[in-house]
């Protein structure tokens, strides 16, 4: 059974860092990530996106200040924002494409449980 454990959001002051995590069990690798956010009233949003082949894609309000990263000896992939700003205020959520456990390495996709970022003075 595949679990997904999102982490690292909190509150931060302008121009602080934050780094979100989404640790992964049940699997054997990660094949690709991509982070969304999500403020009130608004729809969820894709923020950055790490491709099977490891390149990175980026909106461009966060491009130059977040990095997305995966670490498939640990499972586990990352958000990590640096200079933020109020409008990056929102609930982050992680969806990673992983393999399963073999024999089968069935390839499926799976979301993380939110994470609440706030950005204010």
């Known amino acids: 059974q595949v679990q997904v454990e999102e982490s690292g959001g909190g509150w931060v002051q302008p121009g602080g860092s934050l780094r979100l995590s989404c640790a992964l069990s049940g699997v054997s690798e990660i094949n690709s990530v991509d982070w969304y956010r999500q403020s009130p009233g608004k729809e969820r949003e894709l923020v950055a996106r790490l491709t099977s082949y490891s390149n990175s894609h980026y909106i461009a309000s966060v491009l130059g200040r977040f990095t997305i990263s995966k670490d498939n000896g640990k499972n586990t992939v990352y958000l990590q924002m640096n200079d933020l700003k109020p409008e990056d205020t929102a609930v982050y959520y992680c969806?990673?494409?992983?393999?399963?456990?073999?024999?089968?390495?069935?390839?499926?996709?799976?979301w993380g449980q939110g994470t609440q970022v706030t950005v204010s003075s």
């Open positions: 969806n990673v494409e992983v393999f399963g456990l073999p024999p089968q390495f069935a390839l499926s996709k799976y």
